[in-house]
């Protein structure tokens, strides 16, 4: 998004990305023929820049623990977005105060109304279906581009049940087209594949981003891995080094750099950086790049409810529980955002029922009843920011194919954290009765899931001693360098990420054409 | 109920049972194994038709010696279960090496719920088609 503004003002632009480009068509193929059909199966393996998968990161990240930081992104032009779920939330005027509001975590150098109206722009690129006024959404100046999706049969039953158990339950806002045509793009027909690949392009991925910004002129380098940034002696950058798959060093130099990498690969090359005129690595004068990282620990419970609502028609994930969001408790544990998961069941279903033996009518009547019946509540935790928890590149030498430091990974989640869990859980339990389920079919996950925030290693803040970048996320250091990612954030709140990268994304890049052609 | 609803699969699955093995000139003993073998999917399954890429790509997958056992109704327990998987999942998973998939949409357990679930990556209606009460609710 920075890229296509910058091109857009006439400003020659370089996209460097690690991976290939790849085209939907060929994704939604390679994922209906893939043997186990995970989140990675539609992408292409890139032997030259790996890829952690949830199931197996131990082949690429490694963990420290005592958390496992289990991450997973793509690496391809257009990034993660190819398989999110489209959640689109703005964070709370609160979520940036948490520190004067809460006493914990740390405020924001921002207040939420200087990036309101980048959040609406964000939208609009974007193509956001949300609610009008509904309960601990943001406030906000303009209407959502796109009216709130309508809920499913199965979440409209949840809301009559969650209502009456006094919970504020919403229609998600979302970046997917809901019953109409936007920015050229089709509506969403309820494909339920939104992870891992829309067939049809109804919701947002960054691919649009980068085709934009190539559209105005952009130019766009694949299979470019960066490993290092040149710091002059004036504390600006000179130049990005990056390796080709067959270990070809090349060198790009420019007048302003954005490092846009993901939350763990962008401060692992600040990390790898370092040189004379930055002994501990780029933008690390204050020790902070690597450090606060942060996700939204998560919970999944399933239950089967009484009677059957067939999750899975439409898109992953359509509602969610708003009320934990904000409030006093904050200062104790976590806020938290619960989601009725609407995704097709039947595979682990059908394996069970297998396994138990089952055979002929019996079985195929089975697997009807229990996934018709089948629910899934997932919730956010927010996470609070702790230097202890850090990215770097391994200290044990272990390397990547190009010889380039893996991701080693120290991550403790807490106990601000293990006190909402448990919280969630007993409540997940209360509306699983609601929804007639007996005590003995809800199963909680064990420890806490993976989300894919992945957030603080470069963090934003006032102060050069303890942060890395500006409130314009430039870095403290370097007056060149500005970085877009959700490792930014001094705050993960309850909600998902992207469109909070994005409107900061939008608003750098207003401020780089501002400077670059004052 | 559910019959009502397999219009498609009941045409996939009309094709003769000697057709599904690779090679046309089989054997008539080999076309008789393989009819039983295709009974055994049936009635394991609980289903009255079964699409051809289902029961070619489960025989295919099957080393022959336990083809036979499941045609002759001589599987052990643990082999009919890895026959059910292979018919509902569409993809062959032996105990001791990676899974292969031979069909995807054709996987009996879509078909099990298809009268109220798409399957996913293939459009599930008119748009917003979701709040709609599914016909088995
Ligand atoms: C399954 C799943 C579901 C999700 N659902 C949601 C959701 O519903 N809502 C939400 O807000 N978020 C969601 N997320 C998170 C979301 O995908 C991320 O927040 C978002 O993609 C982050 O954007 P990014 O640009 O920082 O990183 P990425 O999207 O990961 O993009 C980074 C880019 O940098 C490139 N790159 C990396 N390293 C290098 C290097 N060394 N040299 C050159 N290029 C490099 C990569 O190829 C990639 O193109 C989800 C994530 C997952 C995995
Ligand atoms: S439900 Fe389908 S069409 Fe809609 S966004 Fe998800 S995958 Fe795309």
């Not at chain 1, 997932?378 to 996470?383: D, K």
Request: net charge negative.
């Amino acid at each position: 998004m920075v890229a296509h503004r910058a091109a857009q003002a006439g400003l020659k632009v370089s996209i460097l990305c690690d991976g290939p480009q790849v085209q939907r068509e060929d994704l939604v193929d390679r994922f209906r023929s893939s043997d186990p059909q995970t989140m990675m199966s539609p992408y292409p393996p890139v032997p030259h820049a790996p890829q952690p998968q949830v199931a197996r990161t131990d082949d690429y990240l490694i963990q420290k623990g005592p958390h496992a930081y289990d991450q997973q992104y793509i690496r391809a032009v257009g990034g993660t977005t190819w398989h999110w779920a489209a959640a689109a939330w703005r964070y709370l005027p609160n979520d940036m105060k948490l520190k004067s509001r809460y006493g914990v975590g740390r405020d924001w150098p921002l207040d939420y109304w200087d990036i309101e109206p980048w959040y609406q722009a964000a939208e609009e690129e974007m193509g956001v279906a949300g609610p009008e006024d509904a309960p601990f959404d943001a406030p906000r100046s303009a209407p959502y581009p796109m009216p709130a999706a309508p809920l499913s049969y199965m979440d409209q039953v949840f809301h009559e049940k969650l209502t009456a158990l006094g919970y504020d339950h919403v229609s998600a806002p979302q970046a997917r087209n809901n019953q109409q045509v936007y920015d050229g793009r089709p509506p969403c027909c309820g494909n339920a594949n939104c992870m891992p690949i829309c067939p049809i392009g109804a919701q947002y991925s960054g691919n649009i981003a980068v085709e934009k910004a190539q559209a105005a002129g952009a130019e766009l380098i694949t299979n470019a891995v960066v490993h290092h940034l040149e710091v002059g002696d004036d504390g600006e950058i000179i130049a990005a080094r990056y390796l080709t798959p067959s270990r070809e060093e090349f060198r790009i130099e420019a007048d302003r750099f954005v490092l846009a990498a993901n939350g763990i690969e962008g401060p692992k090359i600040l990390l790898m950086s370092t040189q004379e005129n930055a002994p501990e690595g780029v933008a690390n004068s204050s020790d902070m790049v690597g450090r606060n990282l942060m996700d939204h620990p998560g919970t999944s419970s399933s239950f089967d409810s009484e009677v059957p609502l067939w999750p899975g028609r439409g898109p992953n994930v359509i509602s969610a529980i708003t009320s934990l969001r904000d409030g006093d408790f904050r200062s104790e544990h976590a806020a938290r955002k619960l989601m009725i998961l609407n995704m097709n069941p039947v595979e682990g279903i059908a394996k069970a029922a297998i396994d138990e033996g089952l055979t002929g009518t019996e079985l195929r009547e089975a697997v009807r009843h229990r996934t018709a019946r089948r629910q899934v509540i997932t919730a956010f935790h927010e996470q609070l920011p702790d230097p202890s928890n850090r990215i770097r590149p391994s200290t044990e030498g272990k390397t990547d194919r190009l010889g380039l430091p893996r991701p080693e990974i120290h991550y403790d989640v807490g106990d601000y954290v293990a006190r909402a869990a448990e919280d969630t859980r007993k409540r997940v339990e209360r509306i699983a009765e609601t929804l007639g389920a007996t005590a003995s079919s809800v199963e909680h996950n064990e420890g806490y899931l993976p989300n894919n925030h992945i957030t603080g290693a470069t963090i934003m803040g006032d102060d050069p001693r303890d942060s890395v970048v500006d409130a314009d996320c430039r870095a403290h250091d370097h007056p060149n360098l500005w970085i877009s990612s959700s490792s930014t954030f001094p705050s993960v709140s309850s909600v998902n990420v992207t469109l909070t990268i994005a409107a900061l994304a939008l608003r750098m890049g207003e401020h780089i054409v501002n400077e670059a052609r004052p | 109920m559910i019959e009502t609803h397999l219009s498609r699969r009941l045409f996939l699955g009309g094709a003769s049972a000697a057709a599904l093995m690779p090679g046309a000139a089989l054997a008539q003993s080999d076309g008789r194994k393989t009819l039983a073998f295709a009974a055994t999917c049936r009635e394991l399954a609980g289903f009255d038709t079964i699409p051809n890429a289902l029961v070619a790509g489960a025989a295919r997958a099957f080393p022959d010696e336990d083809r036979t056992a499941l045609a002759e109704k001589t599987a052990s327990p643990d082999l009919s279960k890895s026959l059910l998987k292979t018919l509902y999942t569409g993809m062959y998973s032996p105990e001791d090496g990676d899974p292969t998939r031979f069909a995807y949409a054709e996987a009996l357990m879509y078909a099990a719920v298809e009268d109220s679930l798409n399957v996913p990556s293939y459009c599930g209606g008119v748009p917003g088609y979701w709040a709609e009460k599914p016909v088995s609710a």
